[in-house]
């Protein structure tokens, strides 16, 4: 949805709504999220569905590496109903994915570290999945949790992020190419194109 160099006050949002040491902290950082999410579907839903093929069928956030209990966008207090407001037909679905115990490296997806439970396969066989996350570094993370999606019966699986981070500081590629773009659009800037929205006729998928 948004770059988001480091450091920055997204990266902030990003890593407070589920770190932060206090609660009222926490909460702040949610009602951001949440705001930025379901305002960038809205603007953008006919661009996720024409990446997936079609209207979303369900939404799946992505499972934490390290934390137990469930995906951290899963606990943001309304943040379903936004979703499913913004993209109609698109089922909330936080149980769709669960991790296994295989690791993920930061450069090496894993289509065994998560499932899909048993119950929910024929639910998933043959729909159009979004698969929500916070953050994309290298994306091996979500990429794993996609190929666990297709595995398992997916027909098509569209990665949205709210942040895609870059690393100026450390990584040359990333300051010469954030040295290209004019100045940084304010957060509630959702009407601006998108990465579908500029895509060229080319196949990139």
């Known amino acids: 949805m948004w770059l ?11 890593m407070g709504y589920k770190e932060a040491p206090v ?8 009602v951001i999220v949440r705001s930025l999410c379901a305002d960038y579907l809205h603007a953008h839903a006919a661009c996720i569905g024409a990446a997936a093929g079609g209207p979303p069928q369900l939404v799946a956030p992505v499972p934490s590496s390290h934390r137990p209990d469930g995906p951290p966008l899963a606990r943001v207090d309304g943040l379903a109903s ?13 149980q769709l994915l669960v991790r296994t115990g295989e690791p993920v490296g930061h450069m090496h997806p894993s289509a065994g570290a998560f499932a899909v439970p048993p119950t929910l396969h024929p639910g998933l066989v043959g729909r159009r999945v979004v698969l929500l996350d916070d953050t994309y570094v290298s994306g091996s993370r979500a990429q794993s949790a996609a190929a666990s999606l297709r595995r398992a019966g997916a027909a098509a699986v569209v990665i949205v992020v709210l942040g895609r981070v870059l690393r100026p500081d450390r990584v040359p590629a990333h300051a010469d190419f954030l040295r290209t773009l004019r100045p940084a659009t304010a957060l509630d800037d959702v009407a601006r194109r998108c990465g ?9 998928e």
């Open 4 to 14: 988001c160099p480091l450091p920055g006050p997204l990266y902030t949002v990003l």
């Open 23 to 30: 609660d009222e902290a926490r909460a702040r950082f949610s």
């Open 82 to 94: 936004r979703v499913e407001s913004a993209l109609p037909g698109g089922r909330w679905s936080p």
């Open 196 to 204: 579908r929205c500029l895509q060229t006729t080319a196949p990139t």
